[in-house]
Each structure stands twice: as C-alpha cells, then as structure tokens.
C-alpha cells in the first residue's frame, strides 16, 4: 500500500475536486491507488463537484450573523434561484457568516474554519456540490466592528431571520449599547437598502467617480454659455447636489422625508462609523439563456 502523504491527497483533490477528508478516506480504500481513489470518490458521487466548477453563480443568499460589537455579512452564490430555498443551503450560509464573524474577511480563512460537521467550511461546499448538484462559491464577506455601540444588520425580502437577497451592515458607535441604539442601526440598514449610497462621508467619495461627475456637469454647464466664473459656481452647487444623492450623511432620512441622516445619527448621541451594502449577484456576468432554442435544439430541430 502506497503513502497516503499530502501530496498524494493534494493530487487527488486537484483532480477531483473533492474535500481533503474524503480525497484521505478515498485513498485508503483504494491502497493509496490516485485511480482506484478517484473511481470511488466517483461511486459516492464526490468527484462530480470539480465538473461544475466553471458554471456561473449568480444566485443564492447574503447572510449575516451577530456579535458583542461586530457583525459579519457573507455572500453565497448557487446557480439558480431554487437552491436558495433548500434548507441546507441556508444552514450552510449561516455558518459562513459566523465563520466569517470568526475568521474575518479573508475568504481562504473563513473556508478553513471547522463547522460543527466536522468538516471545513471548504469541504463543506463541496459537500454541498455533490450533494445538490449546483455549483456554489463564497464571493465575498464583510466584518465590521466598534469598540463601544453597536453594529446592526438588515435583511431585506429575508428567506429566514438573517438570509435574503440584500443585505446592510451599519456600525455606530455610542458610550453604551441599547435597544434605541439598535433600533436606530436598524432604520439605517433600511435607509442604504433602499438608497444605495456610494459612500459614508464626502470624504470617502471615490475620486474618480467624483472627478467623472464633476467633468460631466462642466459641459452642462458650458452648455448654458454663461461666463466660466458663473459655471465654476453651477458646478460647484451641482456638487453640493451630488454629494446629496450619494453620501449616506447627506443623504434626506428616508424615515421622515426632510432630516439629514447625519442629523439623526447626532440627536442620538452617535456616530455612524461605517456601512457596507450587499445586494445578490450585483457585478456578476450571467448568462441569458434563450429556453426556446434549448428546447428546439434538445428536440433535433
């Protein structure tokens, strides 16, 4: 019987695709043997994951999971809308987001945490590959902490408490935490849900984004044929407008119609420290299938 070492497992696991602890168990029954290993990862269904690596995930679930003073926000991406209402695709998203309140942002480490099955989070989603028959994928993750306050969630259209579509942190800081104080983190997850601001503060505006809107409304301005110290102060008041559009402190308070979310977040004694916004699928290429001319090219036609 050959070594099991772990370039062996490591081998089996490139060509398979399958979990590092089943790639081990696979090598022993098969005496060490990377053919015999692979023929029974094949047996237990196991080697089919690495067949639907390359196929696109645009679908699934954002989740998020609490802590004293920190809140994590994952996604996990499926292929299509209906893995996102199996329960253990669910389960399995909630143990992202608290691996990932553990582990960080970095998603090789939250994929390295152990879950409660025994296996990674890595191995886990293999698992879950094989088992379901989908590919999926960890996209991305966000922690955010407060050495005092609190960081409230939100979960817009929630499948269940802490999984849905869109997903918002909001970290504010205060002396003590509160129920008020989670109330208000609530109604400001609610707020950038349905604003999507671009940024916290007129300071953390993105340059370019700030420089590409500044160029454009230089030639509305032009436009009107006014003298250039009259534009330069068009432009400068449509600035003032833009940051009002795209800055979350700027932003009217969509609760009452007429505050400044800065105002609201001052009058409770706080500040709003940092936000973050996932919304499922957002940047991601899908593919538009026609399902007429796979049905006609299906039938020979």
Not at 102 to 128: F, Y
Not at 266 to 290: H, M, S, Y
Request: glycine letters at 8%; hydrophobic letters at 45%; charged letters at 30%.
């Amino acid at each position: 019987m050959a070594e099991i070492t772990a370039a062996l497992v490591k081998e089996l696991r490139e060509k398979t695709g399958a979990g590092m602890m089943d790639c081990k168990k696979a090598l022993n029954e098969a005496a060490g043997e990377i053919e015999g290993a692979i023929d029974w990862l094949r047996t237990k269904g196991l080697a089919a994951a690495a067949k639907k690596s390359g196929r696109v995930t645009a679908e699934g679930l954002i989740g998020v999971a609490s802590g004293p003073q920190a809140a994590a926000m994952v996604e996990v991406n499926a292929e299509t809308d209906f893995v996102a209402r199996n329960e253990s695709f669910q389960n399995f998203v909630e143990a992202v987001a608290k691996a990932a309140l553990v582990a960080g942002e970095d998603i090789e480490q939250i994929k390295a945490v152990v879950l409660d099955s025994g296996r990674t989070v890595a191995d886990e989603i293999t698992h879950l590959i094989a088992t379901i028959g989908e590919n999926m994928s960890i996209r991305r993750a966000r922690v955010l902490r407060v050495p005092s306050g609190v960081v409230a969630s939100y979960i817009h259209s929630a499948v269940r408490p802490g999984l849905g579509k869109i997903g918002v942190l909001a970290a504010i800081e205060a002396p003590t935490e509160d129920e008020a104080l989670l109330t208000l983190g609530r109604q400001v997850g609610m707020h950038v849900a349905a604003t999507r601001p671009a940024a916290l503060d007129v300071d953390s505006v993105d340059p370019a984004l700030l420089e590409r809107e500044r160029a454009v409304l230089i030639e509305q301005a032009r436009a009107s044929g006014k003298p250039e110290a009259i534009i330069e102060k068009m432009v400068e008041g449509r600035v003032r407008k833009f940051y009002e559009e795209v800055v979350l402190l700027e932003q009217v308070w969509v609760h009452d119609g007429e505050s400044r979310v800065r105002k609201v977040v001052e009058k409770a004694g706080a500040k709003l420290a940092a936000f973050d916004r996932f919304q499922l699928g957002e940047g991601i290429e899908k593919e538009e299938n026609d399902f007429a001319a796979e049905v006609a090219k299906a039938a020979g036609v």
